[in-house]
């Protein structure tokens, strides 16, 4: 290699040093030979001077080379040449190391830490992350595509966005897109509505349509407010934790950061309720009116913390879900519902059913039906006593799925009840294919049902389709006798509700059953069976 850049001089120079040496070499054999110090000494001084000239050629020549390679001026000393040429490329190889250590390999996009850089630099604005949900997903099966995919969708992005803003692959699948000091929050906000909704067109890698679900998040950021890293590293935790559908855009701000904080200590609560004995399940009776009698109770979860008082169902049971503590919790509701029921027996007041809610979580479950099975033999509970509840959409999810649970569960002789139906906006062609028991509409059409006509077209479409598919309807969520009459009078016979009864404890409830009289009165219908009622009460 040296040969190629360091010069070994012309013909006529290499004879001459060649000859030099020679005779430098002479003059010291002989010297050594005839006793002349003097003349070895000089040979030898000969030799030195000839070798740190050659040296000096040598340095020259490479510090002249390198000189080039930095386009610097070469100094007068070879030696300072070589000093500061050295130390111009080493930082520039330095250099060159970083940035491609701050470049994501896959993407060839910059990562955190020149994202971080520039917004420090301009002190405040809006950070967006884009984030591709899909990617996981599609890394369980096929990681090739996953990553082509991602590719595209950085390359979607850029071109949305252009060379004149900063997009940084920050995580796994998270891109952060920088709209400095000169954009507003809203502005901000509206272009990143229109990037999310561009981002979700179909993607097409090896002959596959892909759809992607996108989900963006964003916040405005201050130097003099909170650190850039800070700013960062909360975003991407907002995206990670949160629950809404794609193709929305969400704000995190103060506000967020504090909900999030909240969601986090109380899922820290749920993780020990269970083991500190703080659930407990209240019973809602379920009445027959053509009977005039209890037929039932649907049991429902309550959390009672010590520190945070008695927790609405509405605020505990999604972190429930999200947190993966649904299952667990829903088996321990399973069996203590089924241990109350097989007391209510002893009761001599008939047959009482009582009604489990099961999530779409616990239908994941392929042993869903064996745990349920086991719990019934377990509690000594006969499984027609047993209504299992499911939401409408969670039954239509996964209609094939749904099929073979119900016809398991029927084959275990245990009824089961679409809850909430009428909110889930499933296809009729489904539910007719799902062999169930009983219908219950939700409470939202029932409210002040006889003046809202929208909520009686409803109602009275639900008890004609459950009258055509031979099966029950209950109507839950009744408050006022105004709703249990227009009800009554259009076709339904069973409700649930705080008209009736608010959800009790297992000895309340009880002494609920066989306390019959004030239910009956809130039975009556109109005058003439109230005077019939009176009549009764008379006659006693």
Known sequence: MRRAYLPEGSGSSRFLRVGGWLLAGAGVVAGAALGYPALFFGAMAAVSLGAALRMRRRVSAVAARLAGLARIEVATSPWETLRRATALLEDRVRSTEDRLEQRHALTGLPTREPLLVQMKREGAGTLGLIALNDFDRLCAFDPALADRALKHFAERITRMVGDARMVAHVDRSHFALWLGSGVSADEAERQLVAI??????????????????????????????????????????????????????????????????????????????????????????????????????????????????????????????SAGLIEEVGLWVLNAACREARSWH???????????????????????????????????????????????????????????LFETLHGLGIHIAIDDFGTGFSSLSALRVLAFDKIKIDRQFVTEVEHRRDSQAICQSIIALARGLGIR????????????????????????????????????????????????DRLVLDARQVQTSLSRKLAR
């Open 473 to 520: 309807v209950l109507a839950e969520g009744v408050e006022r006798q105004e709703e249990y009459l227009w009800l009554r009078r259009h076709g339904c016979s069973e409700f649930q509700g705080y008209y009736f009864s608010p959800p009790l404890g297992g000895t309340e409830f009880q002494s609920f059953v066989c306390n019959s009289a004030p239910l009956r």
């Open 196 to 321: 999310s909704y561009a981002l979700g067109d179909v993607m097409h890698e090896d002959g596959r349509e892909l759809v992607p679900e996108v989900r963006v998040h964003h916040a405005e950021w201050s130097a003099l407010q909170e650190a850039a890293p800070a700013t960062l590293a909360r975003v991407l935790a907002a995206c990670a934790a949160g629950t809404e559908g794609p193709l929305q855009v969400q704000r995190v701000d103060a506000t967020s950061a504090t909900a999030e904080r909240d969601r986090y200590a109380l899922e820290q609560d749920l993780r020990g309720a269970l083991h500190n004995n703080e659930f407990e399940l209240r019973y809602q009776p379920q009445i027959d009116a053509a009977s005039g009698r209890v037929i039932g109770a649907e049991a429902l979860l309550r959390w009672h913390n010590p520190m945070r008082g008695m927790v609405s169902p509405g605020l505990f049971i999604p972190v429930l879900e």
């Open 346 to 404: 002893r009761l001599g007041q008939g047959p009482l059913t009582v009604a489990v809610n099961v999530s779409a979580h616990q239908l994941d479950r392929p042993d869903i039906h064996t745990l349920i099975k086991r719990t019934l033999e377990r509690h000594s509970l006969r499984a027609g006593l047993l209504e299992i509840e499911l939401t409408e959409s969670a039954a239509a999810a996964d209609v094939g799925r749904a099929e073979r």
